[in-house]
Nanobody
Framework: QLSLVESGGGTVQPGGSLRLSCTAS????????MAWFRQPPGKEREFVTA????????YYADSVKGRFTISRDFMKNTMYLQMNSLKPEDTAVYYC???????????????????WGQGTQVTVSS
């Protein structure tokens, strides 16, 4: 399992942008599939986006497609979530997750991942 540390959450107005970071403890997380999930107030944790370990293919929930971008920097052992055109319905606690060798897709579930960050609050409000 990896130790994951997130940063970058905060409060932003609708239409604004934020970038979340997730730094992994391992010397290399190249063989780990990684993802972002979020948990809105009073709701279950839901898939946001994932990146495959094998070819860096990316997958997005329909609700964020075209607005959010997942990426990672192997030199820094860090994954990012660039969030643009934020909406109030994006308000949630955002979690990064990782799993060795996992095949990911838009149907990825929280139970597929064994390593989790502590979560970071994102609030979109005017």
């Amino acid at each position: 399992q990896l130790s994951l540390v997130e940063s970058g959450g905060g409060t932003v107005q609708p239409g604004g942008s934020l970038r979340l970071s997730c730094t992994a403890s391992a010397r290399s997380f190249r063989r780990y599939a990684m993802a972002w999930f979020r948990q809105p107030p009073g709701k279950e944790r839901e898939f946001v986006t994932a990146i495959a370990w094998s070819d860096d293919s990316t997958y997005y929930a329909d609700s964020v497609k075209g607005r959010f971008t997942i990426s990672r920097d192997f030199m820094k052992n860090t994954m990012y979530l660039q969030m643009n055109s934020l909406k109030p319905e994006d308000t949630a606690v955002y979690y990064c997750a990782a799993e060795w060798g996992l095949r990911v897709g838009v149907n990825s579930r929280p139970t597929d991942f064994g390593s989790w960050g502590q979560g970071t609050q994102v609030t979109v409000s005017s």
